[in-house]
């Protein structure tokens, strides 16, 4: 079980949004801005989507974005397209012992 | 940018060592933060471990749950990162990335594909 929660899968239309949450507690989620997003197609390398909460890599559509409220972190994608497709994780900083701890992973499919 | 490829057996059989590499290129090992991170079939990730230039004792950190068996190296002649796992079991199954630490903490900004590591007699 992973210490992070997420929906199991999320599905949308292309050109609708969605938004994945991630619940974690007050030891991770709800005390660090440290939560990052990770998009995965199977086979293929992890790709940073978004860290510290809100901040997008270069590079990364601004179809993206993050936010925070309490203990639960969320994903949300606009303007869903084909290839947004993927696993998606989410991650937070949890202290300096156990450093990281992640969520088990949502399926988005794109209808 | 910085590229990473992992290496290694995949197939290892139980009480033994597990052995993987991560080959940089397009950057310096002596100038990111390191980490494993793996997958086992059907679960989420889990971060191993990390460590940063030049490998002393204060520059890396293990898993506590992992810390008993993992050890962590750089060869910046190679411009590589490994990864030791001992005493492995069937759990220890998983597809094992490695991956940098964004500048700040917290996230992991290059990954590579990963290599499968199967634990069987």
């Known amino acids: 079980q992973s210490a992070l929660t997420q929906p199991a899968s999320v599905s949308g239309s292309p050109g609708q949004s969605i938004t994945i949450s991630c619940t974690g507690t007050s030891s991770d989620v709800g005390t660090y801005n440290l939560v990052s997003w990770y998009q995965h197609h199977p086979g293929k390398a992890p790709k940073l989507m978004i860290y510290?909460?809100?901040e997008r890599p270069s590079g990364v559509s601004n179809r993206f974005s993050g936010s925070k409220s309490g203990n639960t972190a969320s994903l949300t994608i606009s303007g869903l397209q084909a290839e947004d497709e993927a696993d998606y994780y989410c991650?937070?900083?949890?202290?300096?012992?156990?450093?990281?701890?992640f969520g088990g992973g949502t399926k988005l499919t794109v209808l | 940018q910085v590229q990473l490829q992992e290496s290694g057996p995949g197939l290892v059989k139980p009480s033994e060592t597990l052995s993987l590499t991560c080959a940089v290129s397009?950057?310096?090992?002596?100038?990111?933060?390191w980490s494993w991170i793996r997958q086992s079939p059907g679960k989420g990730l889990e971060w191993i471990g990390y460590m940063h230039y030049p490998g002393t004792t204060g520059n890396y950190n293990y898993n506590p749950s992992l810390k008993s068996r993992v050890t962590l190296s750089l060869d910046t002649s190679m411009n590589q990162f490994s990864l030791e796992l001992s005493s492995v079991t069937a759990a220890d199954t998983a597809v094992y990335y490695c991956?940098?630490?964004?500048?700040?903490?917290?996230?992991?900004?290059?990954w590579g594909q990963g290599t499968l590591v199967t634990v069987s007699s």
């Open positions: 510290e909460v809100t």
């Open positions: 991956a940098t630490i964004k500048t700040g903490g917290g996230a992991f900004d290059y």
């Open positions: 991650c937070s900083y949890a202290g300096s012992i156990t450093y990281v701890v």
């Open positions: 397009g950057g310096s090992i002596s100038s990111y933060y």
